[in-house]
């Protein structure tokens, strides 16, 4: 299981609490997180990701393990302490302006 930190926008429109578990086909991968949280919750299509390019929203940013993955490439293999689900996968809406 890999556990995911939603924010409270997408929790929302989800209808689901903070933290999310799901089950992700090794090697565990950003694209293949996001591929099961669009399956497991087809309202969040198209708000992580484009629906037709699949990039990250601009304002979207992913983290784990004290690292900024966001700008990963969706087949990389995301580190094993989240692969094993000790540490979640955190799905943050970045702010913008001064």
């Given at each position: 299981m890999i556990?995911?930190?939603l924010p409270?926008?997408?929790?929302?429109?989800?209808?689901?609490?903070?933290e999310?578990?799901?089950?992700?086909?090794?090697?565990?991968?950003?694209?293949a997180v996001l591929d099961a949280i669009e399956a497991t919750y087809p309202m969040?299509?198209?708000?992580?990701?484009?629906a037709t390019t699949r990039r990250r929203r601009p304002l979207v940013r992913f983290f784990a393990c004290e690292q900024d993955l966001s700008h990963d490439p969706p087949d990389?293999?995301?580190?094993?302490?989240?692969?094993?689900?000790r540490e979640p996968f955190l799905i943050v809406g970045a702010m913008a302006g001064g």
């Open positions: 556990r995911v930190v409270p926008h997408l929790r929302t429109l989800a209808g689901v609490g903070r999310v578990a799901l089950t992700v086909a090794l090697p565990a991968t950003q694209g969040l299509c198209g708000t992580i990701r484009d990389a293999p995301l580190p094993e302490a989240v692969a094993t689900g």
